[in-house]
């Protein structure tokens, strides 16, 4: 017995009625959720962008339900159950919340945040082999790059700074996970089909995304993409090496020796220590062993705040509401309010609790399970959808984007967990048995 899986050439595909509008709502969200004309605007407290997310929650959440109502056959992903746990768990935080409103308003927002990706990244489609993930994303990720080179040109005092290039974004940390997405699209996505067949565009359209990306001075963007898209070449090598020529399996050899001379050098201390090089690489990034008092932060927040339950948190989103909160204690440096711990775990820990820390390690796990499943059926998205989940564990260590309702990255990372639910439902699976040859 042999079980094959394959997807599917056609499906049923009604969402084919209005494409363009299902495509634009991610794209625009995807947008807004980096543009920042005000750049010490809070990322939700803005009446303009608290109106744009109301239209379009309203909207999506209209369409699918008069999508479903005029067929019921028309089936939508929402990213399975550990989305549903998800919007369950911060719905019913809003009844130890610290900040009930703020608890409400942030969990409204996530709502119209699945039913935007799940209109978008979740419809039904007609060709479910074909890579339309990163094409989805490719639009508003190039045009808010052309407005930030535009804007370095025309007021150079606004895109740079001391600390990095923001261009158009908030900052320096925002403008770097642009760039770093921007990277996995020639790496992975619609730039990489692009430029098939053409390899020198190729390297130098990967050439300028880190230029970019090294502009930002924003080295937890840097390290979060390399390692992630390190890691994922590692667990997919069985699949490469099957497509490697004779003189490519040549040079992986040489690179092994290389390696191995290079750990027997460090074995005998003829090459700098780890922490040494650590230090090195922090201060060539503009960043000191603190994290750019990223520490600070988190000491206020753990050792001091006084507003969570260990277990439950103290609500979604109820934490950081600003500098008349409960997080008013919360002020670093020059009497800076952060907005956030500039670390994921700590905020979901902060608002949410362990109970909270198990969610989010389910749902990690989850994401990269299925894109695992993605990539052993030579779905062309599987490696995208495997290296966004592994970004955003290390993006996470100096930054907070997890379950942080329309940040740029949960945008991304949610469509991509959306996304690839999407795919694996509508993989057919078939059984062919194949006759035993009977003998004399």
């Known amino acids: 017995m042999r079980t094959l899986a394959i997807l599917p050439k056609r499906v049923h595909a009604q969402s084919a009625r209005a494409p363009w509008l299902t ?40 369409y699918l339900l008069l999508g479903r109502l005029a067929d019921r056959e028309l089936r939508y992903s929402f990213g399975g ?22 608890t409400l308003k942030r969990d409204i927002l996530l709502i119209f945040l699945v039913a935007v990706c799940a209109l978008s990244a979740g419809a039904p489609v007609d060709d479910w082999r074909r890579e339309r993930f990163s094409t989805l994303l490719a639009p508003p990720i190039l045009w808010l790059i052309g407005l930030s080179l535009v804007l370095t040109l025309v007021a150079p005092h606004r895109a740079l700074s ?110 700098p220590t780890a922490s040494t090089l650590y230090s090195h690489l922090l201060g060539a990034m503009g960043k000191s062993e603190t994290f750019t008092g990223r520490t600070a932060i988190w000491n206020l927040v753990l050792g001091e705040s006084r507003y969570h339950n260990t277990w439950i948190g103290g609500g979604y989103g109820g934490f950081w ?56 059926l030579g779905h062309p998205e599987g490696k995208m959808h495997l290296c966004i989940p592994l970004m955003c564990v290390f993006l996470n260590l100096g930054e907070s984007t997890f379950f942080r309702s329309t940040s740029f990255m949960n945008i991304v990372f949610l469509a991509s967990v959306i996304r690839s639910a999407a795919v694996l439902r509508h993989t057919v699976i078939t059984r062919t048995t194949q006759p035993a040859e009977s003998t004399a």
């Open 23 to 62: 495509s634009f709502m991610l794209q625009l969200a995807v947008f807004d959720s980096l543009v920042s004309l005000n750049p010490a605007a809070a990322e939700d407290s803005g009446l303009s962008r608290q109106l744009l997310w109301g239209m379009l929650g309203v909207v999506a959440l209209g």
């Open 81 to 102: 159950w550990p989305v549903a746990l998800l919007l369950l768990y911060t719905s019913a935080s809003l009844c130890w919340s610290v900040s009930p409103l703020a």
């Open 162 to 271: 001391e600390v990095g290039w923001a261009g158009i974004t908030a900052g320096k940390n925002t403008s770097g996970q642009l760039m770093a997405l921007t990277v996995l699209l020639v790496w992975y996505g619609v730039f990489h089909e692009a430029l098939r067949g053409r390899p020198w565009w190729r390297v130098v359209a990967l050439l300028a995304a880190l230029g970019l990306l090294f502009a930002t001075m924003s080295s937890t963007a840097l390290l979060a993409v390399i390692l992630s898209i390190a890691i994922t070449e590692l667990v997919t090598i069985r699949l490469a090496m099957r497509r490697l020529a004779s003189w490519q399996i040549a040079v992986a050899s040489g690179v092994l020796i290389v390696a191995v001379l290079l750990y027997f050098a460090f074995l005998l201390e003829l090459l």
């Open 321 to 376: 509401v600003g500098r008349t909160g409960v997080s008013s204690y919360a002020i670093v440096g020059n009497n800076l309010y952060p907005g956030q711990a500039h670390n994921g775990y700590i905020d979901v820990y902060n608002d949410l609790g362990i109970l909270g820390l198990a969610l989010l390690a389910i749902f990690l796990t989850v994401a990269l399970y299925r894109a695992a499943r993605l990539v052993a």
